[in-house]
């Protein structure tokens, strides 16, 4: 079991572009998870889907956000435009709903400059 | 959701017991309460979770108060690879799905 694969690990971009991050869950876990990490605010869940639909997304910063997750087996996660307030780490996770823990993948280190 | 009390921070010596307290004094009957630890440069690592009996596995125990107003995480020997921030977390099961949801967590410091 490969676990959580995020790409890409780092990415550092120009305030404006657009940025994609991605996610590949566990084969078989229903529930996927998106969040971000800051020195600031510590670990945010930003949106989470169930078997493919979005369930709460209120953690979404604003409009700039997106997330879709079109099958079982990934995920996305855009920033456009990005600004340089974006920079974090975001780690996506997924679980079975009714199961034990969370897998989180390794991450990916924004830095919008 | 309920919300969660842990120190900022504990040190422990290496090869000693370590015991990570945690309350959860709003805590619902149906709360699983989830631990789980984040290493320097890593995501979030699944450690145990329980209900309302303890719990034991490869990484740790998990003691749980009898009014679950609380816990306790046990390291049984506390090695150098345990430095990490370890997080006490509710998790409530609902049928339009579930969440955790992170505090600022302890962060444990272990002495060679």
């Known amino acids: 079991d490969a676990g959580v694969i995020q790409s890409p690990r780092h990415e550092v971009t120009e305030m404006g572009q657009e940025v994609t991050l991605r996610c590949k869950p566990i084969?078989?876990?229903?529930?996927l998870f998106w969040y971000r990490q800051t020195m600031m605010r510590g670990l945010e869940l930003l949106i989470y889907f169930n078997n493919n639909v979005p369930i709460d997304d209120s953690g979404m910063p604003e409009d700039r956000f997106s997330a879709k997750m079109p099958n079982a087996s990934f995920s996305t996660l855009k920033i456009q435009p990005s600004e340089p307030r974006d920079s974090a780490v975001y780690f996506c996770a997924s679980s079975f709903r009714e199961g034990k823990g969370y897998t989180f993948g390794s991450g990916t280190r924004l830095t919008v400059v | 959701d309920a919300k969660t009390t842990q120190p900022n921070s504990m040190e422990s010596n290496e090869e000693e017991p370590v015991h990570l307290p945690c309350n959860h004094s709003?805590?619902?009957?149906?709360?699983?309460i989830h631990w789980y630890r984040q290493l320097p440069s890593q995501g979030p690592e699944y450690v145990i979770h329980?209900?309302?009996s303890n719990v034991n596995n490869r990484m740790a125990s998990l003691a749980i108060a009898e009014d679950r107003k609380s816990s306790t995480l046990i390291l049984h020997r506390a090695t150098l690879r345990d430095a990490a921030v370890y997080y006490c977390i509710l998790r409530a099961l609902k049928s339009s799905g579930d969440k955790l949801t992170f505090g600022t967590g302890t962060r444990l410091a272990v002495r060679p």
């Open positions: 709003t805590i619902s009957g149906t709360d699983y």
């Open positions: 084969s078989g876990h229903n529930s």
């Open positions: 329980g209900l309302t």
